[in-house]
């Protein structure tokens, strides 16, 4: 079930498309639900199915084809690093293994404390800039050396620390 909030939002969304077409707010109303659970479940796939008048594989296949959709609850910050080949090229391998040494996780592990959860990304788009990583689905990081990825690291952490 959804909270009347968010059948207010789905209808927002909703209203953006002609009456036959509402399945085209998919993607919109699967963010709103990830936006509150931090994830998209199983659960919520069906939800979103119901409200759109979807077959429940339709919106599976949609959250399973894009990597900014959390299958499972993830770390506070979600890092992605394209391995694509233009940046594989230009070690956008080597910076996910640096990652993945520096957090003591391997690519698609959440750390310990909750904080991080590495991931590896297709292209994004800025492969004149590799390494290339998103944060939190939001945030390009360009250039990403192993000093530039130590210090948003450790810049997060801080971050942290400093929340009371």
Sequence with gaps: MISEQTRARFDREVAKYPADQKQS???????ILQEEHGYVSAESEKVVAEYLGMPPIAVHEVTTFYNMYNQRPVGKYKLNVCTNLPC????????LKHLE????????ETSAD?????????????CADSPVMLVNDLTMCSFMSNEKLDQLIEGLKSAEAKQP
């Design 25 to 31: 707010a998919v993607m919109a109303c699967l963010t």
């Design 101 to 108: 040494h520096k957090l003591g996780i391997a690519m698609g």
């Design 114 to 126: 909750g904080l991080f959860t590495l991931q590896q990304s297709e292209c994004l788009g800025a």
């Design 88 to 95: 594989q090229l230009r070690d956008g391998a080597k910076a």
